[in-house]
């Protein structure tokens, strides 16, 4: 029989408002195998833990129930002090009583009677607890991270600067991400390749990082500190080592039709192609679906030039398998597509261009040379019109629920750059609300207005018509002065809602990370662990777990580094005892569990047994611990009952469904 | 008061709709081709209704002053319509007055053919259901 | 049924196995008992009948632990069960030398009884050799007769057909039998109100004396220690008219054995209460060939259980509300 | 025993998974979202860890309702977890409701960590469900003796 100890929380008014902890500590000193119960205002704090440490010297307890808030907030706490007094920590068990209870419920009587139960189930469970021990596994001393952005950029030289090895895989065939495809960059307005292109430099030399371009993660197995990972390195068509980066065959190729996805689809590009003049590697890739060559089978102008003899259209995809302690997840953003905005014209007229496209044309690299001109027609404008919020803050399926964050800012720096090159161009911009908070963003926002005369209109646009002359008439309206206004202008430039670039929902698959309804990764806590996935040994690095701009994500980029280093640095971790287990004596043999075990951790031995006297050889399951996640698959799939999840048993369960039903 | 609440309820629940979703970005009055005719602005009826300001709703120009071109329906960002809002304030004056508008089976014989299907349409939520 | 007998001399005789697994005459006309027979003399109380109903490939569990091959006779419908069998790694193919034997559908004594015939002394008509369609008994109240296919067992009436799925001989002629649908009876419940289906096995459960015959019989509830007898789900308190298992047992059993169901029939076949245990199995059945897609368990060894199995798309549980 | 006039308050068991339904109903009790004391929470690792054998055992212990909630298909923490949960629960809801069992007392509902709305919704919708069945006399004992 155990001897349990119960301890009942007031998180100050938090539960003690709603639920009678008086009432809960006398309640439960009936139930079976109770020796002691008190309550105290929050058992988490250090005098609460020593409260508890107290009773299990005093009344030599074996297990413990708190009452407290959500296992997921203070397990861990309470399984800590308990080992501190000398128990096993796998003797602890929490009875959620505020965010399950006192939260939600009002009335006490209620509230403390739900709460009352709640114990009873904790405690018929602990009833049935047993000791475990945590047992070991090994930390493959080397980072992913997964997409070459900023973020991912960052994160890897973070870890790489403390020692640790590093891939970076990045889809397309060169890193540097959405940050290189910017002009200049908020609040500072320095121009985003200065800054960036260093920093790409510095990860491509960096002896500890390994960066694999125009790649993919294909499959990823295995758990924290042991992930194995399926690498697809798509074929280049060129040899990376032979290749000099000359830039010839790029200047000779004959196709040059094929839209430029630097710049938007703004302008072309040739079918052998680096994405940009500083991409690192200074590697090109052959786009099979626009070169002749593999259309046609005529053409290899590219090889003919290639002095280097870098060319190989034979080249193949390669699968390249690596193991890895920690993954970092950096895949970043995209704009939204635009399809469901008819209202803006932007696929009637080349005039009205998403934010991220007018970054291009502004910038020398760009389309246009850094001249601001209408792509229409090449003429200069003198009316530009912004549109803030497009496809962000939208709750009617349309675009994102969400605030894009980094707009208002982006768009003041736009309305900044154009007044000041082109003092003779009128900018308006259409805003719901202004939103600067960040350090010297209102300034910068400000300045706008009053240094830069930007004109701000506090109002949605409802539509922009294409005239016939080629101008664009923006239908407005101004809710400070309660009118409807008429603006002929010839650029209308959107700030397009971002969203999480879409290939990340494959990649959560493969982690098991989870996601939200819109495609951003879960942190592990909202506030306490935002920079952690719930699944361990994984890490979010910027825009894929949230809007951001680029100090946040350098910021969080760092912040997943040291976490990712935090987990390299053990040498071995301490893996969780609840895993399945297998009665040798019940098992048949017959493979059902194995067949559902999603980590391979079930495996077969011909063992000899004896039955209550009966020995005989028997095929048997044996549960890998390291590999063995506690999923419980097994245990249901098992016909005899004989596999059991240690911690959460079938004894366990049925206790509680037990003194919940009572 | 409670009546005027109590009203503000009944156009919530003819429209099927929450005013407190509006974020008040002012799109329903960028699109509306009514907009100079009106006396209370598309963006201006959400608030009304939110206020239970019902009384000034009933007696605006901009009751009839509304096509149901529903422009603004389509393109609200939060879901809230104006235009269905504007049309239960409509539904709730009309129920009031009792049975002045026209019948559907007096109708055939004042149509015009070159009558717009829309326009047609758009009396018939206007003036009669 | 001589031809059975004679080659399991032969077997017997040249060492190709140590035993033989088959059936032997009862103390009734109309219960032959499952057997082993290891010389040519105890081969003589070998019978094979159409009272043979019994599926012998359960017992090749223990038999495959003991030394050399045993000759097993199986039925068609039998070798889905040791197909079922192999596929969890109960039973060693090695161990067994599969005697496929013939089939004209197996008898239900229970059914002649409902006819009137009662106090039977003798039976012929249910030799495997007879051709004829009739049953004739001999009983205290003189001759009896009724068609074979009266009291013919409800499963063979729905006959999965008389291939055997596994063998290393085939001996004796089969007939097919089915002339009903599988899930017709299934379907019948499925058509009733909540309450008429609770009333219905209500009445049918009540009479179970929990004598776990449908339990020993079935060969997918071949676990080593059932986890009705285990202190693993607080589940065997036998005593205890109360407990858990008494009300659920059959429900439980039904979701033990689903998707491994093979529906052989044994359970319905043995309960000395008559209750139609076949009905749960066979719903589960019809739930996952029109769910999940068709599938018959024992008809391979290798291809993956619709419940250790799944689809990306497959349907919500709210189908059953739907349906 | 109990007073005829007593109103009827149900036994409901919520089996939720750790990763994304148990922390739903977090997020539930941090956003103050109500739903009915009735409803009572017991924490599996997975939605694959309830044995059909539980949802039994609360209802002949008396429960009036259970409802299982584990993470939407695809973000399974253990990937492929709730695809079985899924099948299996299907299986058992179809026979319960094939010997006669109200089958609007039974629910799967996929919940993740974010969506303390949808658990607290879901809790409401499925205790009003209940509250119209009534009791649950069904399933306490198929075996009557009476």
Known sequence: ????????????????????????????????????????????????????????????????????????????????????????????????????????????????????????????????????????????????????????????LDIADAGYEVDIVEKTPSIGGRMSQLDKTFPTLDCSACILTPKMVEAAAHEKIKIYTYSEVEKVSGFVGDFTVDIRKKARSVDANKCTGCGVCQEKCPSKKAPSEFNRGLNTRSAIYTPFAQAIPNVPVIDRDACLKFKTGKCGVCEKVCQAGAIDYTQQDEIVTEKYGAIVVATGFDTIKLDNYDEYAYNQSKDVITSLEL???????????????????????????????????????????????????????????????????????????????????????????????????????????????????????????????????????????????????????????????????????????????????????????????????????????????????????????????????????????????????????????????????????????????????????????????????????????????? | MSSAKNQAEKIKEISGVNPLKCMKCGKCSASCPAFNEMDIKPHQFVSYVQNGDIEALANSKSLWKCLSCFACVERCPRDVQPGKLIDAARQLVVRQKGQTGLAPEEIPELLDPELPQQLLVSAFRRYRR | MQELISRAKELLADGTVARVLGWRAGDLPYNPEPAYFTTAEELENFVYNGFCGANLSKYMIEASKLEGKTMVCLKPCDTYSFNQLIKEHRVDREKAYIVGVGCKGKLDIE??????????????????????????????????????????????????????????ELIGESKDTKDAERFAEVEKIEAMSPAEKFAFFQKELSKCIRCNACRNVCPACSCRKCVFDSTKFDSAQKANVDSFEEKMFHVIRAFHVAGRCTDCGECSRVCPQGIPLHLFNRKYIKD???????????????????????????????????? | MSLNNEEFRPKIVAFCCNWCSYAGAD??????????????????????????????????????????????????????????????????????????????????????AAEGVKFSQTMNEFVEKIHSLGKNVRLGDLRCRN
């Open chain 1, 1 to 156: 029989m155990q001897r349990i100890g119960v301890f009942v929380c007031h998180c100050g008014s938090n539960i003690a408002a709603t639920v009678d902890v008086k009432k809960v500590v006398e309640m439960v000193q009936m139930e079976p195998g109770v020796v002691h119960a008190e309550d105290y205002q929050y058992m988490c704090s250090e005098a609460g833990q020593a409260k508890i440490a107290a009773a299990i010297h005093e009344k030599n307890l074996t297990g413990i129930v708190v009452c407290s808030c959500s296992p997921r907030m203070h397990e861990n706490t309470f399984r800590t002090a308990a080992q501190r007094a000398g128990l096993n920590p796998y003797m602890v068990e929490i009875a959620n009583i505020r965010e399950h209870c006192s939260w939600i419920h009002k009335d006490m009587e209620e509230a403390t009677k739900k709460a009352v139960i709640l114990a009873r189930a904790a405690i018929a469970k602990v009833n049935l607890n047993t000791p475990l021990q945590p047992g070991e596994s090994r930390v493959t001393k080397r980072a992913l991270v997964i997409g070459g952005g900023i973020a991912g950029i960052q994160t890897a």
């Open chain 1, 359 to 662: 970054e291009r044309i502004m910038n020398a690299a760009g389309p246009t040379k850094g001249h601001l001109e209408r792509l229409s027609d090449g003429k200069h404008p003198h009316e530009m019109v912004f549109i803030q919020c497009v496809g962000s803050r939208c709750s009617d399926n349309r675009g994102k629920s969400y605030c894009s964050k980094i707009c208002c800012m982006y768009t003041a720096k736009h309305a900044m750059l154009i007044r000041d090159k082109y003092p003779d161009v009128n900018v308006t911009v259409f805003y719901i609300d202004v939103r600067t908070p960040g350090k010297n963003f209102d300034e910068f926002y400000r300045r706008a207005v009053e240094e830069y005369g930007v004109n701000y209109i506090k109002g949605q646009v409802g539509k922009v018509i294409l005239k016939p002359n080629g101008k664009l008439l923006v239908q407005g309206s101004d809710l400070l002065d309660n009118k409807q206004i008429l603006k002929e202008a010839d650029m209308v430039v959107l700030a397009t809602a971002i969203e999480p670039e879409p290939s990340v929902r494959q990649i959560a698959t493969m982690l098991t990370a989870s996601i939200d309804t819109n495609n951003f990764l879960t942190e592990a806590h909202p506030k306490l662990r935002p920079v952690e996935s719930p699944t361990a040994g994984v890490f979010l690095s910027g825009v894929c777990q949230g809007p951001k701009d680029i100090p946040e994500t350098v910021a969080q980029a760092g912040a997943a580094a040291v976490k990712a280093i935090g987990l390299l640095a053990k040498d071995k971790l301490m893996t969780n005892p609840c895993t399945a287990k297998a009665d040798e004596l019940m098992c048949n043999g017959c493979s059902t569990c194995a067949n559902v075990c999603p980590y391979g951790a079930i495996s077969y031995e011909e063992k000899e047994v004896n039955d209550h006297g009966i020995r005989e050889t028997r095929r048997i399951a044996v549960v890998n611990n390291a590999l063995c996640q506690g999923c419980g698959a097994c245990t249901v799939a098992c016909p005899s009952g004989s596999m059991d999840l240690q911690g959460f048993s079938n004894r366990q369960i049925i206790a509680e469904v037990d003194a919940i039903c009572r």
């Open chain 3, 111 to 168: 059914k002649a009884k409902k006819l009137g015939i009662k106090g039977i002394e003798s039976v012929s008509g249910a030799e495997m050799t007879n051709a004829a369609d009739t049953l004739t008994f001999q009983t205290i109240y003189g001759e009896k007769s009724c068609s074979y296919a009266e009291a013919m067992l409800e499963r063979c009436h729905v006959c999965k057909g008389k291939e055997h799925m596994v063998y290393d």
């Open chain 3, 288 to 323: 996952i060939n029109e769910l999940y897609g068709e599938y018959q368990a024992g008809a391979d060894t290798e291809s993956r259980g619709p419940l250790t199995n799944f689809t990306f798309d497959d349907c919500e549980p709210s189908i059953v509300t739907q349906r």
């Open chain 4, 27 to 112: 997020l539930a009790g941090s956003s103050r979202l109500a739903y009915p004391a009735d409803v009572k929470i017991i924490r599996v690792p997975c939605s694959c860890r309830v044995n059909p054998m539980f949802i039994l055992r609360a209802f002949e212990k008396g429960a009036d309702g259970v409802i299982l909630c584990g993470c939407h298909p695809g973000d399974c923490h253990y990937s492929t977890g709730n695809y079985y949960a899924r099948r299996r629960m299907t299986l058992l809801f179809s026979m319960l409701d094939y010997i006669g069992v109200e089958n609007g007392r039974t629910r799967v509902e996929w919940v993740s």
